[in-house]
Each structure stands twice: as C-alpha cells, then as structure tokens.
C-alpha cells in the first residue's frame, strides 16, 4: 500500500508526535512551573487550556469560512473535507472551552452560567455549527451537501461578531486579561511572566493538536470518498 | 434544415460525488430533427437533459446549444431554449393566462397578448384561460407546460417524459401539440419510456444507457422488426460491452 | 438594468397575484401569530405593570415565528411543481428571482404586523402607532430577518428535513437582528432617549446592509447545480 493516500506520511507522524509531546510539556508546566495565582487559587490554572481550545475553536470556524470560499471558486471536494473537519474540530474544542469556563466562573462568579457576551456567542456559534452539521445530514448529493455547508459557513461565522455585539451592548462581566485590564471585571489578574510563557506555550500546542486532529480528519475523509468510489464501481 | 448541428455535445462527464452518471457522452442534433431519448431508468437522461437545459452543469466535457457554450454562455442559450419537465413548472394559484403573462415578462416578449392567444389555441386551452391551473386536469397542465415552454418560440424544445402520468386521450391531445410544435421547424430531444408512443413522432431514436449513447438510428433506417426490437438489442449490446469493458 | 427591474417586478407581481387568490400564506401567518399572542398573554401574565417591559419581546417573537412559516411556504411554492426550474430558465439574473422573492416575503410580514399591532393596541388598550419610531425598528428587523430568511428557506427546501430544517438554520445566525430590534422597540415603547436607542439602530442598519450584500452574493450557489 504504497499510493500517497493509504500510508501515513512521515510529516503528520511527525506533526502526532509534537502534539503529543507538547501536551504533556504544556501540562507540566500548567500545573507545576506557573504559579498559583493569588486571588483565585489553583483554578486560575483553568486558564491556559481554557483560552487555547477557544482559540483552536474560532481557528476552526475561520478555517472553515476560508475553504467555504475556496469551495465555491474551486469546486474541488478536498475544501469541503477540510470545512468539515474544520467545524467538527471547532465544535468540540469551542465545548470545552465553555465547560472549562464553567468550572472557572463556578469558584469566581459564584455561578456556572451567565449571560455574558462571550458566553453567549460561544454558546450560539455552537448551535449555528449543529445547524451546519444538521444540514449536511439533510443533503444527499455530495456536490450539493458540499455546496450547501460552504454557504452556511460563511453565513454563520458572519453573524458571529454581529452577535457578540448585540449581547455586548449589555455590560459585560467576562475578564479580559489580554489588551485592556478592566478592572470592574470580577476574576481579572494580571499575568507574571511564568504565567504568560505557560500561556503562550498552551496557545501554541493546541495549535499543533488542531493541525494533527485537521490533517487526521481528511485524510479520513479522503479514505471515505476513495472507499466510496470503489464500493461504486464494485457494484456497477 | 442546417447542416451545423445545434446541438453539439462532446465527451460529457458528469459526477454526483463518486457516482458517475454520464460517462463520454457524444451526441449531435440538427435543426429540425426530433430525437427521442430512450434509455432505462438510471440511464442519465434526465441528468443529460437538465445540462442540455442548463440547470446542471457538466463535470467535463463540452456542451454547445446554437454555438453558444454552456455554462459560461447560459444567458444566450436559455433564451433559445423550451423545456418541459415531468412536473409542469406552473403555480397552481394564478390563471392559465397569467402563468403564460408571468413568464412572458421573464422572458421579455413583445405583444405578450397576442401571443398569449395563439399559444392557448395552439394547446387548445383558450376556453380555460381564466381558471386556475390548480383545476386543471394532469393532462391539461402538460399541455399548458409545453405552451409554457414555446411561449418564446424557441429553436430547441427539450422534453422529460411529458408523457408521464397521462391517460391514453391525454397522451394523444400532447402528441397532437407535440407534432404542431416540431412542424415549426424546431429540433426537439424527448426523453420517453413509452416506445410506442414516441414511434410516431420522432425522426431519429438513441439509445442512452450506462451513462452515453450506445446506438442511434434514423426513422428511414428502421429495420422491419420495429424500434421495440432495435432498443432491445442495443440494450443487450451495450450489456456485453461493458462486461468486456469490466474485466 | 431595465430587464433586471422587469424580471424583479414579474417575480413580485407573480407572488402577490397568487398570494391574493389563495390568501394561503397571509391567512396561516396571521392565524398563528394571533395564536401566538394569545399564548403570551396567558404565558406571561400580562398585567398592565409588566406589560411594558414585555411588549417588544412578545412582538418580535410573534413577527419572527410567523415570518417562518411564510418564508417556508413561499419557497415551498416555488418547490414543488418545480418552479424554481421554471425561473431558473428564464434568461433573468439569479439574483432577481432572489430579491423579487425577497421583496414580496417582506411585504407579507408587513401585512401581518399592520394587522397584529393594532390588534394588540386593542386587546391592551394602548396605541402602539403612536411610536413612528417603532414602526422604523419593524421594518428594519424585518428586512434583515427577511435577506437570510429568503437565502436560507431557499437552501432548506431542497433539503430532506425541508420545513424542519429552516428555524434551526436561520434562528442562530438571526439573532442579533431579534436582539437589536426587541431592544430598541422597547426603548420607543418606554420612551427612553434616542442616545440608547441608537446603538441597536446602528446594529440593524449594520445587519442589513451586511446580510443583504452576503445573502445576494451567495444566492447564486443555493440554487445552481
């Protein structure tokens, strides 16, 4: 099985590998090397992780606009693997990062919900990219499924920032540590240079995982269509 | 009649995802010619038709309607073109005249009344011009779709088993407008199931089938046995071919 | 330009014609948003203290839940004796079917709100014309509401899930359209200053200018092949 598709190759074992690594280095130093944060205590340390798996969800949303467009001018099914793969990845990582919120906001907050701009756009982008995935169920031409999901994406990640504004326009109480300290924010802090070298280094192994995870799901994908194929021409 | 055929067709592929229904199809049509389309269900023809009419595009391949290319030319050739579909493509809630003024205005026809009228007789619809569509018969409507698509007095007329669904008196009042509107000398490629039907009316039968043509035959060239046997031997044909071609 | 205004105006003419002879759409969109109203007040309770704070939230739920059942309807015309076929043969820019479509969904919930907010204004012993400022904020909210709505009820009928499918698509990216305008009718109701009323004003404004441009650039792709 030495064709292109069917042997895994040697950059994404590579890529595999550094995500494991990196995730077990980013776990050493989120709960050994930063330090305890004063106010809040050890689950400050939700942070790292919490912001990372927002970040590898909205690099996923985003990711998938950008192969919706290259979907609709190219019309080459690989763009709809990877927005697919894209979203999927976003959905998970984009839920994580609201239970991880929860369990942080529970000690601080002193609540596990709020109607915060942040939360509630994450929340809503996760029922838009249901949505996306419901109406992909509802397609059975592929070229067509493909079509459809590319203008949904788009439409979707568009509305993202109008929401987030119109919830915004009500004060806000979510934490902004980076760019801007308000400080009526409850469970805002300000980072030690250990903190923020852990939080970079969390930033920069999710983006590792999410490439592995993206490049694993259409490899698959691509596996699936060539399986497809054959099953086709089996038949016929 | 032209020798520059007006519908030229070359090396048509087109994919729904993996399946492949159309595979290399070649076809040719001249000015006046009346194609019948036959084929088993799956064949491709109503995927061939509705890239014929412009509302799929080909995976690959060439297709050109009166030197126009499609898709990048659609605009032209959907001004050139008549289709009627298995379903009438009419609102049940306007008359039969404002379906008619409707898609008029669409097509931007000067004297939209006149010509209302002499599409009604034509279908020999005039008495019903005010009801609903929603009141008329199956076969009325179909009558009433193939106005529809003269409306603009296109060169091409494309038909998907506009047969479908009709009692043998309706199938004969279409065939009667049917022969009208290929007398006007314009080239009409039919889809049927019906051999018998189609017999009568058209000048040339293909053979469509595994996804391109396989056989066609002019009426002149029929052999005596009839067009039944000849579809049935270009079927069994084309099954030998491709267990051939598979192994 | 005068073929395209030509093909917009059929595709109006065409919906309302139909619309006036079936009276279909308008008839389910108002029975159910009557419906709806009735629900509210036996729902909320609403007594006169509450009422005001309430008002523009139990409107635009009304005017969003009706608007789907009329956008569903209106693309499903065009679905099931293959129309939709019908205008994409005609020699017209696919964006005039999309707008013309648009144009007359729009009015249809305009009909709807002239008859539900005087309806209203009866039940509750108010007048809710006394706001032009309200009356700015409905067509407005409608006008974004109506832009995606079109685009993605176009998208849900050629679906297996069909009907089913169209609140679950459009309800989440339509949000801040349901946001903005309960917000700012309420602000007219409650007679706050046009300071606070303007941030939701500039966000529908925003909204529709930017889901009217996605929804006629995209169109294209929902219903080619």
């Known amino acids: 099985m030495k064709n292109g598709i069917s042997s895994w190759p040697k950059a994404l074992i590579a890529v595999d590998v550094l995500a494991l690594l990196g995730l077990a280095f980013a776990s050493y130093m989120v709960f050994v090397y930063a330090p305890i944060e004063a106010v809040m205590g050890p689950v400050q340390k939700v942070f790292y992780f919490h912001v990372a798996t927002g970040w590898v969800g909205m690099l996923g949303f985003g990711a ?9 001018i190219t019309r080459k099914t690989i763009w709809d693997l990877v927005g697919l793969g894209a979203i999927e990845i976003g959905l998970v990582f984009m839920l994580i990062n609201i239970a991880t919120g929860s369990i942080w906001a529970r000690p601080i907050w002193n609540t596990w919900w709020t109607w915060d701009p942040r939360l509630t756009t994450a929340t809503i982008m996760e029922l838009v990219y249901a949505a996306y995935l419901m ?39 979510h934490p902004l540590v980076i760019g801007g300290n308000d400080p009526t924010a409850d469970g805002s802090f300000a980072m030690t240079p250990a903190m923020s070298t852990t939080f970079m280094v969390s930033l920069i192994v999710f983006t590792v995982v999410y490439i592995s995870l993206l490049w694993h799901r259409i490899r698959l994908g691509q596996l699936g269509e060539r399986v497809e194929r054959l099953r086709i021409q089996h038949s016929a | 009649m032209t020798d520059a055929p007006l519908i030229e067709v070359d090396h048509l592929i087109k994919r729904f995802g993996p399946k492949v229904v159309l595979r290399n199809l070649d076809f040719q049509a001249r000015g006046g010619e009346f194609v019948a389309l036959m084929g088993p269900n799956g064949a491709g023809k109503t995927t061939f038709l509705r890239i014929l009419s412009s509302l799929s595009g080909p995976t690959m391949g060439r297709v050109r309607i009166a030197g126009h290319e499609l898709p990048r030319q659609a605009a032209a050739v959907r001004r050139r073109l008549g289709v009627v579909s298995h379903m009438p493509l009419l609102y049940g809630d306007l008359t039969a005249e404002e379906n008619l003024r409707f898609y008029g205005r669409m097509y931007d026809i000067a004297r939209i009344d006149e010509q209302i009228s002499t599409i009604l007789d034509l279908v020999g619809l005039a008495g019903r011009r005010r009801d609903l569509v929603r009141t008329f018969s199956r076969g009325m409507q179909q009558r009433l779709a193939i106005g529809r698509a003269v409306l603009h007095d296109p060169d091409v007329l494309l038909l998907d088993e506009p047969h479908t669904g009709l009692d043998q008196d309706a199938c004969e009042m279409l065939d009667a407008v049917l022969r009208q509107v290929a007398a006007r000398g314009r080239t009409v490629v039919m889809t049927s199931h019906d051999l018998s039907r189609v017999e009568d009316l058209a000048t040339r039968f293909d053979v469509l089938t595994r996804g391109s043509i396989r056989a066609s035959i002019g009426k002149a060239d029929m052999p005596r046995d009839g067009l039944l046997a000849f579809y049935r031997q270009s079927l069994e044909k084309a099954r030998a071919e491709s267990q051939k071609g598979g192994q | 330009m005068r073929n395209y205004l030509r093909a917009l105006g059929a595709v109006i003419w065409k919906d309302l014609a139909a619309e006036m002879r079936s009276r279909e759409l308008l008839s389910a969109m108002l029975v159910f948003a009557l419906l709806v109203l009735f629900i509210f007040n036996f729902a909320l309770e609403l007594n006169v203290k509450d009422r005001l704070s309430v008002t523009s939230g139990v409107l635009w739920v009304t005017f969003v839940f009706a608007g789907t059942i009329g956008l569903n309807r209106s693309l499903a015309i065009e679905k099931d004796r293959g129309c939709l076929d019908g205008l994409l043969l005609a020699p017209v820019d696919r964006t005039a079917i999309y707008f013309g479509k648009a144009v007359a969904n729009f009015l249809f919930i305009m009909v709807v709100a002239a008859i539900v907010l005087p309806v209203y204004s009866i039940l509750y012993n108010t007048n809710l014309f006394a706001q032009p400022g309200l009356l ?4 407005l909210g409608a006008e974004g509401y109506v832009a995606v709505g079109t685009l993605l009820a176009a998208m849900a009928v050629q679906t297996r899930t069909r009907d089913m499918l169209l609140p679950i698509l459009l309800f989440p990216v339509v949000l801040p359209v349901l946001v903005a305008a309960v917000k700012a009718s309420s602000g007219y109701l409650q007679g706050l200053p046009m300071a606070e009323i303007q941030p939701w004003i500039n966000l529908l404004l925003v909204y529709d200018v930017v889901f009217t441009a996605i929804s006629f650039m995209v169109f294209e792709y929902v219903v080619e092949e």
Do not use: N, Q
């Not at chain 1, 439409?155 to 806000?172: D, E, H, W």
């Open chain 1, 135 to 173: 109406l992909r169920g509802g397609v059975e031409d592929p070229e067509k499924r493909a079509r459809f999901g590319a203008i949904y994406a788009i439409i979707g990640f568009i509305s993202v920032p109008l929401t987030f504004f119109s919830i915004r326009i009500y004060r806000t109480i």
């Open chain 3, 136 to 139: 700015l904020v409905i067509v």
């Open chain 1, 64 to 72: 998938a606009v950008v192969a919706g467009i290259a979907y609709l």
